[in-house]
C-alpha cells in the first residue's frame, strides 16, 4: 500500500508541459493572410494538445509596416484580427502570445499580447527598441520605461463584446500559472541587454517567452543562436523563441529557425529558410530539471528574495502543466550541433526565398535575367535554379501552398511538373544581349547556362539599337563621339561604353513585357537587376545598366560571396566553373592592338578582394579616410605607405564621387552587414566634396612620418601578426572574412 502511495505522488509532481513556437510567412498590412496563418498554427498546436504556443514579435501586423505604424487604421485593424482570433481560436486549452501595435496614453508601443480563453491576459510593451542595421524602431514606437507597476488598460468594444472583458493588465510584468509556473515575456533584443530577464529568472521565472524579428545576415543566426543557449545555460531556464519567415514586403528576409531550448540544450528547431506559410517547433518540457538545478545552486538561492520583491505578477487560471501527456517522454536535446549551411546554400536558400516571396506577393509570373556570360548575371540565375528545386521537392511532398502559387505562375490548373526543370522553365527566362564589342566566350557561357537550366533563352545582339542612337546624336547635335582608339577623348568613350549598357536595360524591359504574349501567360515578369557590392560601393556600373532592374538579389554581395556561391553549386551546375573561372570584364570597349582587354578590375584599379576590405573597414567597422589608413597601411604591408594612401584616396574619391548612383539603384536583398543599400542600412548624404581637402592632407602627413626611420619597427610587426588572427578586415594576402567565417591562407 504504501508503495502505491509514493509511485502515485511521484507521478503527480513529475508532469510535464508541451510548448510551441511557430514561424509564419506573414505580409506587411495583409491583415487576412497573416490572420489565416495564425489560425491555422494555433489550431494546430491545439491538436498536438500544446499547452502554449509564442508568435513572433508583431506578426498581426506584419513587422515592416513602417510608417503605416502612424496610420490608426493599422492598429484598428490589428484589434480587429485579435478580437477574431479571441472569439474563434483561443480557447481555455492553451495561452497563446502575438504581437501588434497597441497606443496607451498617447504613445505607441510595439506589444506582445498574452490570450487564453477568449481573454487578454497581459499587453507587454518592448522596453529595448531596435534602432540599428536596417531597423528604425524608435521612428514609430515609444519603449516602455516604467517597470515599477502595471497598468489597468480599458479595452477596445471589439474585445469587450466578446467576454465582458473591461480591462487588461499592461506593463512589465509576468505570468504566473495555477501550477506554478512562471513565464517572463521578452522582446527581441531585450534578451540581449545585461540584467534584462536575468534578474527576472532570478525572481522565480522558468519559462522565457522570447518573441523576435530577427532578418537574416550572413553570419548571424549562428552568434544568435549561441546567444540564447546561453543565456539558457546560467539562468537555467528554458527559452521559447519564436521568429518570422520570408519576406515581409521590404529588403530583409527573415530565416526563422524558431527554437526551444531548456538548460543550454537546444531540444527543437523549425528549419530555416523554409517555404511554407508556417512551420511549427515542439518540445515536451519537465521542469523538474531545472528546478533541480537551481535548487542545488546555492549561490544562485540567496539572491532569489531579494530579486523577487520588485517584480510584478499576472495570476492565470491554468494549468500549463497537463495530465494527459504526464506519461510522455520529455524532448531528449537534439545530439547532433547545429552546424552553419555552407555559404553557398545560405546564400540561396535566403536569396531564393526572398525572391519566392517577392514573387507570390507581387503577383508576377516569373523573372527576366540579361545574361551576359558573366559571374553576376550567372549567379542571379543559380538563384533561382536552386529555388525550382527547392519547390519541387515541395511539390513532392504535396505542399499544397506550394502546389497553387505554381499553378498560378504557370496560367496552368492541370501544370504538373515533373521535374526541377519544368519549373525553372516558368519562372526564369534569359537572353544574351550581345554587341559587336562582345566576346564569343561570354556568349556560349551564356548559352551553355541555360541549356543546363533548361529555360528559355534569347541569343542576340543590340548593335541596331546602339547605331540607331548614335545617329539620332549626330542628327540633333552634330557631334558624332568615339572611342578612345579611334581618337577620341576619355568622356567620350565612356559615353560610348555607357550607351550600349543603358541600351540593355531598355530592351530587358521591352522583352520581359512582351514575355506574357509570347509564353502565352496571364500576368507580368520582373527584371531582375544583376549588380553585386563591391561594384556598387566604388561606383563601377552606368546609371539605369544592368544594375538596375526591379530588384537586385546579390545587391550587397561582395565579388567574394558570388565566387564562393558559384563554386559552391559548380559541382551541380558544370558551367558555373567556367563561368568563375573568367576574367570579369564588361566588355563595352572595342580591343586595341598590342594592347590587353579590358576588364573590370584594371578599369576600377582595384581587386575585388581589395574593395572587399576597403568596403568592411568603411561600413563595418565606421572608418574614415583616416582611420582606414591607419589599419591598412598595418594591414596590407606588402604595399608602402604611398600605395595604401593612394588605394584609400582612390576608394573615397570614387565612392563619393559616383555616390549619386547609389540613389538609383533598386530594392536589393540584405545579406551582409557590409552592405551599401542606400534606402535603409547606409544612410550617407549625396553630393560631397570629392576632394576630402582635410583628410587627404592628414593622410599625407601620416605618410611622411611613417616613411622616417623607426626604432620601434618590430612593434609593428608583431601588431601585424595578432591582426591576422583578430582583425575583422583581411585581404587576399591574409585572408578572407565571409560572413564571420575566417579563412587563414597558409602561406
Known amino acids: 500500500m504504501g508503495f502505491q502511495i509514493k509511485q502515485r505522488f511521484m507521478e503527480k509532481i513529475r508532469k510535464v508541459a508541451k510548448v510551441a513556437v511557430m514561424q509564419g510567412n506573414f505580409m506587411s498590412l495583409d491583415f487576412i ?335 527576366f535575367i540579361p545574361l551576359s556570360g558573366g559571374a553576376d548575371s550567372a549567379a542571379c540565375s543559380t538563384i533561382l535554379a536552386v529555388l525550382s528545386e527547392r519547390l519541387f521537392a515541395e511539390y513532392q511532398k504535396n505542399n499544397a501552398f506550394v502546389i497553387s502559387e505554381l499553378k498560378r505562375i504557370a496560367d496552368d490548373e492541370n501544370f504538373a511538373p515533373s521535374s526541377k526543370k519544368d519549373i525553372l522553365s516558368k519562372l526564369l527566362v534569359t537572353s544574351y544581349l550581345g554587341t559587336v564589342n562582345s566576346s564569343k566566350e561570354t556568349r556560349l557561357r551564356a548559352k551553355a547556362l541555360t541549356v543546363e537550366f533548361g529555360n528559355l533563352h534569347y541569343d542576340g545582339t543590340i548593335d541596331e539599337a546602339i547605331e540607331g542612337l548614335k545617329n539620332t546624336l549626330v542628327s540633333i547635335t552634330g557631334f558624332s563621339p568615339k572611342f578612345e582608339k579611334d581618337g577620341g577623348t576619355k568622356n567620350e568613350d565612356l559615353a560610348l561604353q555607357n550607351v550600349q549598357a543603358r541600351s540593355r536595360l531598355v530592351l530587358s524591359y521591352f522583352i520581359a513585357q512582351v514575355l506574357t504574349f509570347i509564353t502565352k501567360r496571364k500576368g507580368f515578369f520582373l527584371v531582375m537587376a544583376t549588380g553585386n557590392g563591391d561594384e556598387c560601393i566604388r561606383g563601377y556600373f552606368s546609371k539605369y545598366d544592368n544594375s538596375s532592374g526591379d530588384l537586385d538579389p546579390i545587391g550587397s554581395w561582395t565579388k567574394q560571396y558570388v565566387n564562393a556561391f558559384l563554386e559552391g553549386w559548380s559541382s551541380q551546375y558544370k558551367t558555373l566553373e567556367s563561368v568563375r573561372k573568367a576574367t570579369p570584364t564588361a566588355e563595352l570597349k572595342p580591343n586595341e592592338a598590342n594592347k590587353p582587354p579590358q576588364t573590370d578590375e584594371a578599369d576600377m584599379g582595384f581587386s575585388y578582394a581589395e574593395l572587399a576590405v576597403l568596403g568592411k573597414l568603411r561600413k563595418v567597422d565606421k572608418c574614415g579616410p583616416v582611420s582606414m589608413f591607419e589599419k591598412l597601411v598595418i594591414l596590407w604591408s606588402h604595399l608602402t605607405a604611398e600605395q595604401v594612401a593612394k588605394k584609400v584616396k582612390d576608394f573615397f574619391y570614387f565612392n563619393s564621387v559616383n555616390r549619386h548612383k547609389m540613389t538609383t539603384l533598386p530594392p536589393g536583398l540584405h545579406s551582409s552587414a557590409g552592405s551599401c543599400d542606400d534606402n535603409r542600412f547606409d544612410q550617407r548624404q549625396i553630393i560631397y566634396n570629392t576632394q576630402w581637402a582635410c583628410q587627404f592632407k592628414c593622410i599625407d602627413e601620416m605618410v611622411k612620418a611613417y616613411m622616417k626611420p623607426q626604432s620601434h619597427k618590430k612593434n609593428f610587426t608583431y601588431f601585424l601578426s595578432c591582426l591576422l588572427y583578430t582583425s575583422d578586415a583581411a585581404d587576399e594576402g591574409l585572408g578572407v572574412d565571409l560572413g564571420g567565417r575566417r579563412i587563414i591562407k597558409k602561406k
Open 33 to 367: 493572410e497573416n490572420y489565416k496563418v495564425l489560425k491555422d498554427a494555433v489550431e494546430a498546436a491545439i491538436t498536438e494538445e500544446s499547452s502554449l504556443i509564442i508568435c513572433p514579435e508583431l506578426c498581426i501586423t506584419g513587422t515592416l509596416c513602417e510608417d503605416h505604424y502612424f496610420e490608426k487604421d493599422t492598429e484598428t485593424h490589428s484589434w480587429e484580427i485579435l478580437a477574431t482570433l479571441l472569439e474563434k481560436t483561443v480557447n481555455d486549452k492553451i495561452i497563446c502570445a502575438f504581437g501588434m501595435p497597441v497606443s496607451f496614453n498617447n504613445a505607441l508601443y510595439d506589444c506582445m499580447i498574452y490570450c487564453h480563453n477568449h481573454e487578454i491576459l497581459l499587453i507587454r510593451p518592448k522596453t529595448v527598441l531596435q534602432d540599428s542595421g536596417n531597423s528604425r524602431q524608435g521612428r514609430w514606437f515609444t519603449p516602455w520605461v516604467d517597470n515599477s507597476e502595471v497598468s489597468d488598460f480599458i479595452l477596445p468594444d471589439i474585445i469587450r463584446n466578446i467576454k465582458k472583458q473591461e480591462t487588461c493588465k499592461f506593463g512589465q510584468a509576468m505570468l504566473f500559472t495555477y501550477d506554478k509556473v512562471c513565464l517572463l515575456p521578452l522582446i527581441d533584443n531585450e534578451l540581449l541587454v545585461p540584467g534584462i530577464g536575468s534578474i527576472e529568472c532570478l525572481a522565480g521565472a522558468e519559462i522565457v517567452l522570447h518573441s523576435a524579428a530577427s532578418y537574416h545576415e550572413m553570419g548571424n543566426y549562428e552568434k544568435e543562436l549561441k546567444i540564447l543557449q546561453n543565456f539558457s545555460k546560467i539562468n537555467k531556464c528554458t527559452i521559447l523563441h519564436a521568429n518570422p519567415l520570408g519576406c515581409d514586403g521590404g529588403r530583409v528576409y527573415y530565416e526563422g529557425g524558431s527554437t526551444i531550448l531548456s538548460g543550454g540544450e537546444l531540444l527543437s528547431q523549425a528549419p530555416r529558410f523554409s517555404l511554407n506559410r508556417f512551420n511549427i517547433s515542439y518540445a515536451i518540457i519537465d521542469f523538474e530539471e531545472n528546478r533541480l538545478s537551481r535548487t542545488a545552486d546555492k549561490q544562485w538561492g540567496a539572491y532569489t528574495t531579494v530579486n523577487s520583491q520588485s517584480n510584478q505578477f499576472i495570476n492565470v487560471t491554468f494549468e500549463l502543466l497537463q495530465h494527459s501527456i504526464k506519461n510522455k517522454k520529455p524532448t531528449e536535446p537534439l545530439k547532433e550541433e547545429i552546424k552553419p549551411l555552407p555559404i553557398h546554400q545560405e546564400l540561396a536558400f535566403c536569396s531564393g526565398g526572398w525572391l519566392w516571396d517577392y514573387l507570390r506577393h507581387a503577383r508576377a509570373i516569373g523573372f
